[in-house]
Antibody
Framework: QLQLQESGPGLVKPSETLSLTCSVS??????????WGWIRQPPGKGLEWIGS???????YYNPSLKSRVMISVDTSKNQFSLKLSSVTAADTAVYYC????????????WGQGTLVTVSS | EIVLTQSPATLSLSPGERATLSCRAS??????LAWYQQKPGQAPRLLMY???NRATGIPARFSGSGSGTDFTLTISSLEPEDFAVYYC?????????FGQGTRLEIK
């Protein structure tokens, strides 16, 4: 059974960089035909796709965040990471990592989510 | 950017009743539409993918339909555990968007 687990600081100062890691167990992150993505949810609000990375290395980002986002992969640790720079209070949210199979519409496996608060 | 509009924002029903949730896309998404259920403090749970396919372990009372721009999630007979927030989500060639959600509450 595939499992995803987010980790990282729960508090980030304004203007700094938010860094989160998603550890994947029960399957290889290097397996073909999968996208590994990040989605966030501000408190009391809806879901927002941040971006995804294909197993081949191609990355796709939400245009509204593209200038500040980077998703990378560490295949040796079976992990992928999110970096979001120049954060503000508007970036306070629960951050989820998730997997989507190429050719299908949905994210089928999700992490439990981690709350990141941007505050001084 | 494809915008997904869900209606109604809130749906108040009783256990045993039928629930019909709508998701409309600003342009065609073919059948590349998914539905999720989210309960407080939990990650979204995949219900339906590619508009009409139930995800693994999802009860048969959940069904999805539609293609192009208009989609529906139907819960045939509500169970107490079905009261939650429901989101639709589309995937374009590379850009993914979610609807704003429908809250299904107990009447």
């Amino acid at each position: 059974q595939l499992q995803l687990q987010e980790s990282g600081p729960g508090l980030v100062k304004p203007s700094e960089t938010l860094s989160l890691t998603c550890s994947v167990s029960g399957g290889s992150i290097n397996r073909s035909s999968y996208y590994w993505g990040w989605i966030r949810q501000p408190p009391g609000k809806g879901l927002e796709w941040i971006g995804s990375r294909y197993y081949s290395g191609s990355t796709y980002y939400n245009p509204s965040l593209k200038s500040r986002v980077m998703i990378s992969v560490d295949t040796s640790k079976n992990q992928f990471s999110l970096k979001l720079s120049s954060v503000t209070a508007a970036d306070t949210a629960v951050y989820y990592c998730a997997r989507r199979e190429d050719g299908y519409s949905a994210f089928d496996y999700w992490g439990q989510g981690t709350l990141v608060t941007v505050s001084s | 950017e494809i915008v997904l509009t869900q209606s109604p924002a809130t749906l108040s029903l009783s256990p045993g009743e039928r629930a019909t949730l709508s998701c409309r896309a600003s342009q065609s998404v073919s059948n590349y539409l998914a539905w999720y259920q989210q309960k407080p403090g939990q990650a979204p749970r995949l219900l339906m993918y590619d508009a009409s396919n139930r995800a693994t372990g999802i009860p048969a009372r959940f069904s999805g339909s539609g293609s192009g721009t208009d989609f529906t999630l139907t819960i045939s007979s509500l169970e107490p555990e079905d009261f939650a927030v429901y989101y639709c989500q589309q995937r374009g060639y590379w850009f993914i968007t979610f609807g704003q959600g429908t809250r299904l509450e107990i009447k």
